[in-house]
Each structure stands twice: as structure tokens, then as C-alpha cells.
């Protein structure tokens, strides 16, 4: 079974940029979680979805990181513009809509901007 | 909403002694509690769960407790091997209907040479 896909792995942005994150949910997973993981901040939920809907959408990160599903097997994470402060490991992570599925992560995009 | 307070940030002990690490929580509905351990350079893989109808949970050299009065769950590694050593994250679940996990900051799990 495939798991969570992400791309590209990793990425290197000048500072103003625009970058585009993808992540391909494992099929048949109604929950998509886009997260941020830091040394200092740990793991932050940037976006939830369900069923394409947006459940959640992290408040310290409205203003530049916008993510998206326009289909049930495919997500997108925009930062615009990007900052050096955004240098992290984006992790998007799925899992079936019933109460208590740990969800299952994908590889991760090492993001670097300069 | 909810808050993980995991500690400690950073634990060392004896390869073949036990070692343990606590998670708080503030919610009270919070019914679900999973551990997640990354190796450097991987994704956070689910190594243990528990969820709020039960209070101990074990396998394979791994034990979790969860106390909800106190709103605090542990998670105990038995017998530590050099393979235990990676970062180890707490989370929890609040409310039904939503899957969004709280975690925690994540402790630095290694073995003393």
C-alpha cells in the first residue's frame, strides 16, 4: 500500500518567493493534516481537512500559507511570500475520518529559504 | 483547543535499564493518545497508542499509561537497546468528530556509551 507521498523532499527558495508544497493522502483517507516541524516549535498544525473541507486552519499561519485539496487524493501548501523563518520540514499526515486513527505521515519537504 | 506539555526534553540512560517520558494535557475531553517516534532524517512513525476507556496499554517492550484525573499519560520503554534512540512524541486528541492531534515538543531519547 502506498502511504503518504510528498514533493518534492526538499527545497531551497530565495526569500520573496513562491513555493508549492504537494502531498498525496493515502487512498481512501478522508483527513489530510498539514503540519510544520521545527527544533524550537515542534510539530504545528498549519491546515486540517476533511473530505476536501477545511476543518481547521492554523491562526499564527494565515497571512502567507495558504493549502488547498481539490480533490480527495491531492493537496497543495502555498507560502507566498516566502521568509527565511519559514526554513522547516512541512509533514503532511492522513487518516480515515473515524474517531482515534493515529495519522500516517508522510516523508516530509525540507524547505530552506535564503 | 489543547495543550501538551511533554517532559523530559532530553533523556539519557543505560542501554538494557528503562526509561520513561510524561505528557500533560489540559483538555478533560481529550480521548485518544498516541506516541510517535522519528528517527533523524524520517517521518514520525506510531509506535503505541491508548485511548481514554483504557489505562495501560503494552507491547513489545513498550508501556503506556494514562492517568485522566490526573490528565497526565507516560509512555515506559523496557529494556532500552541502542534502536530506541530517536526523538519521541506525545499527542493528544480532544473531542469527537475531529482527528487533529496536539502534540508535544518531543524528547531526545539516546543511550549513555
Known amino acids: 500500500d502506498a502511504g503518504v507521498t510528498q514533493t518534492p523532499r526538499h527545497e531551497v527558495a530565495e526569500k520573496g518567493q513562491t513555493i508549492i508544497l504537494k502531498c498525496e493522502p493515502v487512498?481512501?483517507?478522508?483527513?489530510l493534516f498539514w503540519y510544520r516541524q521545527t527544533k524550537i516549535q515542534g510539530l504545528e498544525l498549519l491546515s486540517y481537512?476533511?473530505?476536501?473541507?477545511?476543518?481547521?486552519d492554523g491562526g499564527a499561519f494565515k497571512d502567507r500559507f495558504k493549502a488547498e485539496m481539490l480533490n480527495s487524493s491531492f493537496s497543495t501548501l502555498k507560502i507566498q511570500p516566502t521568509e527565511p523563518k519559514d526554513s522547516a520540514v512541512y509533514l503532511c499526515?492522513?487518516?480515515?475520518?473515524?474517531?482515534?486513527?493515529?495519522?500516517?505521515f508522510g516523508e516530509g519537504t525540507r524547505l530552506s529559504v535564503l | 483547543g489543547e495543550q501538551v506539555e511533554q517532559l523530559p526534553s532530553i533523556l539519557r540512560v543505560q542501554e538494557g535499564s528503562s526509561a520513561s517520558i510524561n505528557c500533560t494535557y489540559e483538555?478533560?475531553?481529550?480521548?485518544?493518545f498516541p506516541w510517535y517516534k522519528q528517527e533523524p532524517g524520517e517521518n514520525p512513525k506510531l509506535i503505541i497508542d491508548?485511548?481514554?476507556?483504557?489505562e495501560r496499554k503494552q507491547t513489545q517492550g513498550l508501556i503506556v499509561l494514562l492517568d485522566k484525573k490526573a490528565k497526565r499519560f507516560s509512555l515506559h520503554i523496557t529494556d532500552t537497546q541502542p534502536g530506541d534512540s530517536a526523538m519521541y512524541f506525545c499527542?493528544?486528541?480532544?473531542?469527537?468528530?475531529?482527528?487533529?492531534?496536539?502534540f508535544g515538543k518531543g524528547t531526545k531519547f539516546s543511550l549513555i556509551p
Open positions: 499526515a492522513s487518516s480515515l475520518a473515524n474517531n482515534n486513527q493515529a495519522p500516517l
Open positions: 487512498s481512501g483517507h478522508n483527513d
Open positions: 481537512f476533511r473530505s476536501k473541507s477545511l476543518m481547521e
Open positions: 483538555n478533560s475531553a481529550s480521548n485518544y
Open positions: 491508548i485511548r481514554s476507556n483504557m
Open positions: 499527542a493528544a486528541k480532544t473531542g469527537t468528530g475531529s482527528n487533529r492531534l496536539t
